[in-house]
């Protein structure tokens, strides 16, 4: 397995856990599959990323977008997207210049004080202009850190969980055929990523089976504070990656 997929048994038993785990939360919460699957897999074959987890990002996408299609709310797909397009462009820049540490601290400081501010504020309302400048921040933060979803679940932290699950999926697919096909065309997707996404895929598939369950327990007054949980996380995790 080791020469085919460059991780050894052990290692991959490890990682196929943690992107069961991923998913059931991704598919429960709307993100959050990432938080715990790149850390791990980062230390485990970090020339995996990000084009491993990209690939499987994908298929539980659509799983979770063909589970509750009621849910998307297209018309605050377009905006989400319309931004996350400069938005990418933006944080591949901010890259070039400053330091990978820096960002990762700043990122998540800056979520960190949005979870802080949505504990004492009113519902944000969603529109053209708070949907275009989610889209922008997500596409900031998730090319230069990798923690893109939280700006998209604080938007949508007061809807319901179908909606909030749905259009997160929508958004999350869209972006990540975008991400593979530019990491495609500068040869970042190589034969033996597509290998081990592919071994990876049951570990994906059985955590969207479980998040079913969690889903429905979460939904109603348990699902805010499980996105705002899971983005303080995320948000901590990128500071303490920067400082350490």
Known sequence: MESALHIAPAGFAVVLVVVAVGAAVQGAVGFGANLLAAPVLAVVEPQALPATLMLLILPLAVAMGRREPHGVDW????????????????????????????LSVLAGLAVLAAVATSLFTTTVPV????????????????TATSIGGPPLALLYQHREG??????????????????????????????????LALALLPGTACGIVASGPLARTLDGAWLRPAVLAVAAVAAAAAVIRGLA
């Open 75 to 102: 018309w605050a797909v377009g905006w989400l997207m319309a931004g996350r397009l400069p938005g990418t462009l933006a944080g591949a820049l901010v890259v070039a210049v400053v330091a990978a540490d820096t």
């Open 127 to 142: 529109t053209r202009a708070t949907t275009f400048v989610t889209g922008v921040a997500s596409g900031a933060m998730g």
């Open 162 to 195: 179908h909606v909030l699950r749905g259009t997160l999926a929508a958004v999350f697919g869209l972006g990540t055929v975008l991400s593979l096909v530019v990491l495609a065309a500068t040869g970042a997707v190589a034969g033996w990523h597509v290998g």
